[in-house]
């Protein structure tokens, strides 16, 4: 029986759902996520395959190993240099529907405020209500939308936007004309004449050296004064500094953050840690990296990842592979 380690709490809850879907025999083992937790130095070199969201060069020797598998997209936390000979890096996505969802609760939020006014009515504040000469809320319809990255979640958000009536304008590295529900295309060289145009600006780019930083003050300040931002990318893809000081100087609208610079340790966070406190910010909406992980988001990987077992069981090819193993 072949052996697969689950390194970490960010797999241990997939499982149970692995455990049901497999065709082949293996054993699920369970291990630390630190590369010296004593459980996964015992385990290693005996493992055929792991699945993890990281991997560098303090992991011990793994002979045997010969599929490492991102539970998701990303693959940053994987040293590729530090990859065991014979090992075949694979990653999934499946995450395209909670994550184009979540973009377009973000930009109807900013719009409604529906927490705003639920706290309200709980307050017996009816000061919103046309009844009492409040404000309109505003509508997506008739706004306008730059998807920076148009893959698999740009695409995703580009059909959601459409359906609400939205102009769709995209910043890519390939510039594709013909793409359906986009009005207007652009390559990343001519990202600041998409920004211009935009209500909101959706972040969905891989994390490359191309685009670490490609949203910086220059970028920020071809955008409206009124704009909003929503990072479901990864964290460095936005100049941490220069957004901040865009919010806070209130040169663009606000930003709604769900991928951030760094992550805690563990469940808590010391907020007061942070070299910039988005926090204390009243045009900003943050989240804890919550945008892909949905139920669906879960079945659908998990899916992905027992094929990816069976595969490798079977001697057969597998799929999503970002790294081959396999000898040149």
């Given amino acids: 029986m072949k052996r697969v380690l689950l390194v970490g709490p960010a797999v241990h809850p997939f499982?149970?759902?692995?455990?049901?879907?497999?065709?082949?025999?293996?054993?699920?083992?369970?291990?630390?996520?630190?590369?010296?937790d004593p459980s996964l130095v015992r385990e290693i070199g005996t493992a055929d395959a792991a699945i993890t969201v990281s991997y560098t060069r303090a992991a011990p020797p793994a002979p045997?190993?010969?599929?490492?598998?991102?539970?998701?997209?990303?693959?940053?936390?994987?040293?590729?240099?530090?990859?065991p000979r014979g090992t075949t890096l694979c990653n999934c996505f499946e995450h395209e529907p909670g994550v184009s969802e979540y973009a377009m609760l973000a930009m109807l939020e900013w719009s409604v405020r529906l927490g705003h006014a639920?706290?309200?009515m709980r307050r017996g504040d009816w000061s919103r209500s046309s009844r009492f000469?409040?404000?309109?809320?505003?509508?997506?319809?008739?706004?306008?939308?730059?998807?920076?990255?148009?893959?698999?979640?740009?695409?995703?958000?580009a059909r959601r936007a459409k359906a609400f009536e939205m102009r769709v304008v995209a910043a890519n590295r390939t510039v594709r004309p013909d793409e359906p529900n986009v009005d207007a295309f652009y390559g990343l060289d001519r990202i600041d004449d998409a920004l211009r145009q935009a209500d909101f600006v959706v972040l969905g780019c891989a994390l490359t050296d191309e685009t670490r930083g490609l949203?910086?003050?220059?970028?920020?300040?071809?955008?409206?004064?009124?704009?909003?931002?929503?990072?479901?990318?990864?964290?460095?893809?936005?100049?941490?500094?220069?957004?901040?000081?865009?919010?806070?100087?209130?040169r663009i609208g606000g930003a709604v953050i769900d991928t951030w610079w760094r992550y805690p340790a563990g469940p808590a966070d010391d907020l007061s840690?942070?070299?910039?406190?988005?926090?204390?910010?009243?045009n900003v909406i943050l989240s804890a990296h919550i945008a892909g992980?949905?139920?669906?988001?879960?079945e659908r990987r998990t899916q992905v990842m027992a094929a990816n077992l069976d595969r490798l069981a079977?001697?057969?090819?597998?799929?999503?592979?970002?790294?081959?193993g396999e000898p040149t």
Avoid: C
């Fill in 118 to 120: 639920d706290a309200d």
């Fill in 293 to 298: 992980w949905t139920t669906g988001t879960v």
């Fill in 273 to 282: 840690a942070w070299p910039h406190r988005f926090d204390k910010l009243d």
């Fill in 215 to 250: 949203i910086g003050a220059r970028a920020l300040a071809a955008m409206k004064p009124g704009a909003v931002i929503v990072n479901v990318a990864r964290g460095p893809v936005i100049d941490e500094a220069a957004l901040f000081e865009a919010l806070s100087k209130r």
């Fill in 133 to 157: 000469g409040g404000a309109p809320d505003g509508e997506l319809a008739g706004r306008t939308v730059a998807i920076v990255g148009l893959g698999r979640i740009g695409r995703a958000v």
């Fill in 15 to 36: 499982q149970s759902g692995l455990e049901k879907l497999v065709r082949t025999p293996w054993q699920f083992v369970p291990v630390g996520a630190t590369m010296d």
């Fill in 314 to 324: 079977r001697g057969e090819a597998l799929a999503n592979i970002l790294v081959s």
């Fill in 64 to 83: 045997r190993l010969r599929l490492m598998q991102v539970p998701g997209a990303g693959y940053d936390g994987i040293d590729l240099k530090a990859l």
